[in-house]
């Protein structure tokens, strides 16, 4: 049974990374490459060879290439760190470029030129964004310039992050050789926020976490009321006032972005005078959370 469910986990884990990619790809195919706004990565890089340099080879043939250079440069400099879903993502999207492209032609189902250089650049940065959310939440990827980060930050002080974002700006920036329009420049890097919020929105929407510090006379009360109504755990800290030097507890809670509004109503309506802190987590893990992956 075990085994069964953890084939069936798998199966499901491919499917969605499939639609994400899906999503992704025909954002770039029917909105973006149509109205020649290029984003980053190698799909980027890809765009701005076939309109820039005169390429005219499939992109997806040359997401291929590119990726398969890099996939290979990335195993020699950083060993296998490269695990199938980095290879099925590779290979399943420059399939799903092919077909959107050079199969069913979607650049003809609508005319862009009727959306606008801005509205192209809202929506296929968030069909880009989501389509990429759904895959990196099952832990998929489509490769591209995240292993051109990972070299640098061996090799240097600098993060990923910081890598791909830099390679981002200098892919979108190159494309002025593409239309020759510094408008289309600003368009993708319109796109290029725009997928960052989305994919942000997809991957930590529903598990946003705000840690909640109370100071007040009626901690007890407000944290068993927390715990009974909510259902989340609550935890008093002892501490003492720097100024007046005098003993009190604190109260400390972590709760989801969906209860942080019942919380909050629970602290007014027993204490209307509580001085309350409230900030975002970064991560929550353990139980009741997200569970920690290494």
């Known amino acids: 049974m075990q085994i069964f469910k953890k084939k069936q986990h798998v199966i499901i884990s491919y499917l969605v990374i499939t639609l994400g990619i899906l999503i992704y790809t025909f954002g770039w195919a029917a909105v973006m490459l149509p109205a020649k706004i290029v984003g980053g990565g190698v799909s980027g890089i890809s765009s701005v060879l076939y309109y820039a340099v005169g390429l005219h080879i499939p992109i997806g043939v040359m997401n291929l290439v590119i990726n398969a250079v890099l996939v290979l440069v990335g195993f020699k400099m950083l060993g296998s760190k490269f695990g199938a879903n980095t290879i099925y993502g590779i290979v399943m999207s420059s399939l799903c470029f092919i077909l959107w492209q050079q199969v069913l032609h979607v650049e003809t189902l609508f005319d862009v030129s009727q959306f606008g250089g801005f509205m192209c ?32 930050s061996k090799y240097y002080n600098i993060s990923p992050g910081k890598v791909i974002m830099y390679l981002d700006i200098f892919i979108i920036g190159s494309s002025f050789f593409v239309s020759h329009k510094i408008e289309n420049v600003v368009f993708g890097y319109i796109v290029m926020v725009t997928m960052t919020y989305v994919l942000d929105m997809v991957l930590d929407g529903n598990k946003q976490s705000y840690q909640i510090l109370v100071f007040s006379q009626k901690n007890k009360e407000i944290g068993d009321a927390i715990t009974q109504e909510v259902g989340r755990g609550a935890t008093l800290l002892d501490a003492e006032g720097c100024y007046s030097h005098q003993s009190r507890q604190v109260l400390i809670v972590m709760v989801h972005k969906t209860d942080k509004p019942h919380v909050m109503q629970i602290i007014h309506r027993i204490d209307g005078n509580a001085f309350i802190s409230v900030s975002k987590a970064q991560g929550v893990y353990g139980k009741n959370f997200e569970k920690l992956k290494l």
Do not use: E, H, K
């Open 121 to 152: 650049a809202i929506i296929g940065g968030a069909l880009c964004g989501g389509g990429i959310g759904m895959t990196f939440a099952m832990g998929g990827n489509s490769g591209g310039t995240d292993i051109i980060a990972l070299i640098v």
